[in-house]
């Protein structure tokens, strides 16, 4: 069975601060998203790691993924308010075409302060 | 990209009743799935909606609680039968191809009293 551990699971950030959260997957998988959500909103895809070695940025936020460790990253840079939210990553398990069935982690609670 | 809608957004229901969900594509997907999200958890997959034919479920959802209907590339109705306050959740459709990108309606809010 897939398991998906997000760490920290609560981070408050001072506003202009850097820091990472971690996503550690137990099953081999190349395929890594990462989502953002609001209080009382649905989902908002942030990025999609589909191999080793990718990283992707946008904005303030990075991620990266290194399939052999199965482990993902997302990086906050000089964190703002804005950024307040939960962040899930999720994990797809490949079988045949079936993909986009995901098993998230538990998601971090993001909250930024001045 | 594709843009999924779900109805209801929101709904309060009595226990014992059934309420169904609509998830609606704007463009062809090969893959359709249903989430439940309790409050203030993460999301668990409920099942796979296989066009034309029975749904696949994970382990600790059946048909008979969580009937899924499938008819085309585009539409999926969740059902939750005969509800208890332990339904109370959000219930997300997701809609993939490739797997490259994965998009999810809005949710639907259910609460149970």
């Known amino acids: 069975e897939l398991k998906v551990e997000q760490n920290p699971l609560f981070l408050s950030m001072q506003e202009g601060k850097n820091y990472t959260i971690y996503c550690n997957y137990s099953t081999t998988s190349d395929r890594l998203y990462w989502y953002r959500q609001d209080p009382g909103k649905s989902l908002e895809s942030l990025f999609v790691l589909l191999s080793n070695g990718a990283v992707k940025q946008e904005g303030r936020l990075m991620a990266s993924l290194d399939t052999k460790a199965r482990l993902s990253t997302l990086h906050i840079t000089a964190a703002v308010h804005d950024l307040s939210a939960t962040y899930f990553c999720?994990?797809?398990?490949?079988?045949?075409?079936?993909?986009?069935?995901?098993?998230f982690g538990q998601g971090t609670i993001l909250t930024v302060h001045p | 990209s594709a843009v999924i809608s779900q109805k209801p957004s929101r709904d309060i229901c009595q226990r014992g009743t059934s309420l169904t969900i609509q998830c609606q594509v704007d463009?062809?997907?090969?893959?359709m799935f249903w989430y439940r999200q309790q409050p203030g958890q993460s999301l668990t997959l409920i099942a796979t909606?296989?066009?034309?034919?029975?749904?696949?479920?994970e382990s600790g959802f059946v048909i008979d609680k969580f009937p899924i209907s499938r008819p085309n590339l585009t539409f999926s109705t969740l059902t939750v039968s005969n509800m208890s306050p332990e339904d109370s959740s959000i219930y997300l459709c997701s809609g993939s191809n490739s797997g490259n990108t994965i998009y999810f309606g809005e949710g639907s809010w259910l609460t149970v009293v």
């Open positions: 463009s062809q997907v090969t893959m």
């Open positions: 909606a296989n066009q034309g034919s029975e749904a696949t479920y």
């Open positions: 999720a994990v797809d398990i490949p079988g045949g075409t079936s993909y986009g069935k995901l098993t």
